[in-house]
């Protein structure tokens, strides 16, 4: 009996699947972006892989001692941390006093300059690493297994090329732009380019507009962005590697993206999508917010957040929108730093934080105002509560237009928000059902899938750590000219 005990705990050993145990190397983007490749880490952490994350000196987000990872720190020289809190106001400013072509392009070139110098320093931080001997032979003889990096910057696509080691991308913005542009067919026809919240139905105008913003885009790139890694892959991989070409040779694209939230398009074989990767269900709420939010009844509550810097731009605006909740019978949870707005009812409760993720899973929460920044949309699919959005910048306008196409969503326009505009958008998503149904059957298309985002996620990560890469998905259109590609050569002959 003891025995046979212990022969079955033997064999129970014997036959646990021994974890892979791989090796990563992280290049992660600072900021927000930190927020979603943690995710990954935390996941590769429990599965028993060795993760090892390069950070810039000055990295605020980024935590140089963590339990899950070992880090690298490069010198990466002063970063002007007062970009954002320039640049942001300046923006708001703009919309609220009226957009001009000349305000905009004005704008556009401050940005973009500063988003080259950002480029700059990444490539002289990476300078910085490959001088560095001592550096790269550790790197080398760590052995890593694969390099998993968020292409917004271009640090980590070099590293992996340096090294030599298979390439796995978390991402949705490339340097050049949404990334499904630098790898699939992307017809303009139905495929609307970010920043004109188009759909993929659009009217002759709107094609044009999208043809001509996509030009824009692609002259952009080659005035401000691309011009720091030319100059890096010549001095370092000599004159025939371009930055593109590298990036293009990428094994596997984690796309944080999906089809309840993107329009449908052609996609490549590696590409793999795991939108909602970052969302879990709901834990239960602290006692005390447990308790206003059943105080609520049968209206339930609403809930809002606008993101630490965005939150504070729109003071001004804060009177307003307190008053507007003041006359709904619902119960409010505003995430709200500064000092308290006035017009504040005795139905709205400020918190400087609050658990996002479990107040949307909870069953009274009925509408949510956001931003659409950071994870906010994916988190509203995932839970099915419809949104009334105040977009600012960046990709959430396009992130909010695309929620409203599918009539989960309405849109203020801040540049034309005050009380009663707001508080009618809230009315009507309140009021009107179907924002409600078409949201929870976003939610109930997202949950219906094979495999958790984040499980299909670690697949295709251990993937190409097992495999050594994943060429055989990769496609050979990159590696044509734009002659052959398009069968111009082809069409000339049979013409002939
Ligand atoms: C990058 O390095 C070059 C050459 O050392 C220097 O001229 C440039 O100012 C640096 N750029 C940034 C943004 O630090
Ligand atoms: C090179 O890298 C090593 C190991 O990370 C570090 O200790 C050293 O300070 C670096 N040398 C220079 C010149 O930056
Ligand atoms: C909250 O304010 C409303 C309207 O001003 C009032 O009718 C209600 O009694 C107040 N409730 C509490 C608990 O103070
Ligand atoms: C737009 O939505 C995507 C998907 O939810 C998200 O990853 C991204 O961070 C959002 N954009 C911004 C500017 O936050
Ligand atoms: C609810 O909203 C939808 C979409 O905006 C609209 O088509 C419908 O007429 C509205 N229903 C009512 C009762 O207002």
Known sequence: MHHSALLGVLILFCSLPRSLGGKLLVVPVDGSHWINMKVLIVELHSKGHDVTVVRGSSSWYIEEHSPLYTSITVDIGEFDDEFMEKFLPSLLKMQRQGRSLWNELALADETYQRFKEIHEQICNMTATMFENETLMNSLKDAEFDVVLTDPAFGGGVLLAHRLGLPLVLNVRWTMYGEAHFDIAPSPLSYIPVTGLQLTDKMTFTQRVMNVMTRLLILYKNSKYFENPYREFTRKYFGPDVSFFSLLQNTDIWLMRNDFTFEFPRPTMPNVVYMGGFQCKPAKPLPDALEEFVQSSGEHGIIVMTLGTVFGQLLSELNDDIAAAFAQLPQKVIWRHTG???????????????????????????????????????????????????????????????????????????????????????????????????????????????????????????????????????????FRMSWIEYHSVDVILTLID
């Open 339 to 477: 000092p308290p707005p006035a017009n504040l009812g005795n139905n709205t409760m400020i918190v400087s934080w609050l658990p996002q993720n479990d107040l949307l899973g909870h069953p009274k929460t009925k509408l949510f105002v956001a931003h659409g920044g950071t994870n906010g949309v994916q988190e509203a699919i995932y839970h099915g509560v419809p949104i009334v959005g105040l977009p600012l910048a960046f990709d959430q306008p396009d992130n909010l237009s695309r929620m409203r196409a599918k009539g989960t969503t309405k849109i203020v326009d801040i540049a034309t928000m005050d009380r009663n505009v707001f508080l009618e958008a809230l009315k009507e998503v309140l009021g009107n059902t179907s924002y409600r149904e078409n949201m929870k059957t976003l939610s109930k298309l997202h949950h219906d899938q094979p495999m958790k985002p984040l499980d299909r996620a670690m697949f295709w990560i251990e993937f190409v750590m097992r495999n050594k890469g994943a060429a055989h998905l990769r496609t050979q259109s």
